[in-house]
């Protein structure tokens, strides 16, 4: 399977410092495995935009850092320009690209969100896909009267309210984090220096005011030209030729023409190929017609292979002593905790359980830590039982050296006893999540929220056998007694989730049991 791979495309409230820009580009380049695609800096606007790919963890903490850096560096009191704004870091928009779901970029805008406003202390708002009001769900209604504007009203106007960080603002203003679909900004310069028109064209184009569906538009003087500066939000419904041809004719009601145009940042090569189509009349036209089209799909394809890399599965089926029981405990652990994250994402978004909205973004958030730790244990697993395994073979010829040989196992046995612990922790923590999947969540995956309970039940299970075994190969009777009581305490609260989640299944699902 490929890389997942989400672009974000952040602009910052500054083009006429370099070495702002400079300082923000290492940030970002220094998080591994994110690359820049990008820059883009307008002096009139002094705005910068950056483009950058790269997995999504790392993707959301290069965005972290260049956030970080912006609001040590510029100062919105001190900044002028032609383009809206109301943050040092005006707005991070998530995209995504390859092998991943628009619901996945909403999550790691809602995480950055959260870090950066308890973190930093700048106020965050939520805006296209992640937003968390229809009145915020447009960058435009968030931005209203810009930093000056917000600076006076967002202690006292509870629509100013941020979804994170402190209702009051500094001197890196807010910052807007959101996901949404592919945007071209593209801007067309004409053949005079009257911005008044430009404003008329942006007008008749914009969406807001009658003209094409997927078109923000504003007109603004560059360099002594004017500009209508946009962004396309859908490029495949509103198409790039067809904002052009409009505005060709609008201009050409005022007497004047399209100078130039440019993009801002970058183009999906599909929107650019729809636009050559269309003037060059292509009609029998298909993708595979384009010479680097088609020596990308021969270059992609994988030469054959007679083996694939074997899977945990097939690891744990072979006669080797790891990975074992303690592994799969928190292999399955983890799968419990994935079909919750599942069922509180089949809720989110739906009308019908718009009141439980708020618990279930919570239940992701809680249930993606906890598959992310059991992932980590499965490793953890075997690496302490591969400590015991080499301890064991350390030699023991001699009184130090039986000794030594001794201690070392004695470390291993309470390192391989205290990773099935931790599991068994997480487990119980993933079946009280399961149990709320099901009472409060979409009421078609409730039987999902019952397989995730019967999965981190049997994990707990699991992870208190490989407790019990190498709690016999501990001398300290202390520690033994400490952790088999631990293991009864989690077994019990084990036992009274199960029943709660029989009674949730059997009123609120209509299952028999």
Not at 176 to 183: E, K, N, T, Y
Not at 247 to 262: F, K
Not at 384 to 399: E, G, I, M, S, V
Request: aromatic letters at 4%; a negative charge.
């Amino acid at each position: 399977m490929s890389t997942p791979l989400v672009e974000c495309i952040p602009n910052f409230s500054e083009a006429r410092r370099p070495e702002v820009i400079e300082s923000i580009l290492q940030a970002i380049t220094s998080v591994p495995q994110v690359s820049v695609l990008d820059r883009h800096s307008d002096l009139d606007h002094n705005r910068t935009v950056i483009t950058m790919i790269g997995p999504p963890q790392a993707i959301k903490e290069a965005a972290f850092r260049a956030i970080e850096q912006a609001a040590r560096l510029i100062d919105l009191n001190h900044h002028t320009g032609e383009h809206p704004r109301i943050g040092a870091t005006d707005v991070v928009p998530f995209v995504p690209i390859r092998d991943i779901t628009m619901q996945e970029c909403v999550e790691m805008a809602r995480r950055l969100g959260q870090r950066v406003g308890e973190t930093l202390h700048i106020p965050v708002y939520l805006y296209e896909e992640a937003a968390t009001s229809p009145s915020r769900k447009n960058l435009e209604d968030i931005r209203r009267g810009e930093y000056e504007a917000l600076k006076e009203e967002i202690a006292t106007h509870p629509d100013r309210k941020p979804d994170y960080g402190p209702s009051a603002i500094g001197p890196a203003g807010a910052t807007v984090i959101g996901a949404r679909q592919p945007l071209i900004a593209f801007n067309v310069y004409l053949t005079t220096g009257d911005v008044a028109i430009a404003n008329k064209i942006a007008r008749a184009v914009r969406f807001s005011n009658g003209g094409l569906r997927f078109v923000k538009a504003m007109g603004v003087l560059v360099e002594g030209r004017a500009q209508v500066s946009m962004n396309l939000t859908n490029f495949r419904q509103t198409p790039v030729h067809r904002v052009v041809e409009m505005i060709r004719r609008e201009a050409e009601r005022y007497g004047v023409g399209i100078h130039h145009s440019e993009l801002v940042g970058l183009i999906p090569q599909e929107a650019l190929i729809d636009s050559a189509v269309w003037y060059l009349q292509l009609d029998q036209f298909e993708p595979e017609q384009v010479l680097e089209h088609r020596m990308a799909q021969i270059a992609d394809t994988p030469p054959p292979s007679s083996a694939s890399q074997s899977s945990f599965l097939d690891d744990l089926a072979r006669a080797t002593p790891t990975p074992g029981g303690g592994s799969a405990a928190a292999f399955s652990a983890a799968a419990a905790a994935a079909l919750v994250a599942m069922v509180a994402r089949l809720t989110v978004g739906k009308k019908k359980y718009a009141a439980v909205e708020t618990q279930m973004w919570s239940l992701i958030e809680q249930a993606e830590n906890l598959r992310q730790q059991l992932t980590a244990a499965i490793e953890e697993d075997a690496a302490a039982f591969q400590a015991y395994l080499t301890a064991n073979r350390l030699p023991k010829d001699t009184p130090e050296q039986e000794q030594a040989r001794h201690q070392a196992l004695q470390d291993a046995t309470r390192g391989a006893i205290l990773v099935p612990l931790k599991v068994a922790r997480l487990a119980l923590e993933v079946l009280g999540l399961a149990v709320e999947a099901a009472g409060a969540g979409n009421l078609n995956a409730i039987s999902d929220a019952g397989s995730a309970a019967a999965l981190a039940r049997a994990a707990l299970h699991a992870a208190g056998l490989n407790v019990r075994i190498n709690c016999k190969n501990l001398d300290d009777p202390a520690s033994v007694n400490a952790f088999i009581a631990e293991i009864r305490t989690l077994e019990e609260r084990a036992a009274d989730l199960d029943e709660q989640m029989r009674r949730v299944l059997t009123e609120r699902g209509g299952l028999e049991l």
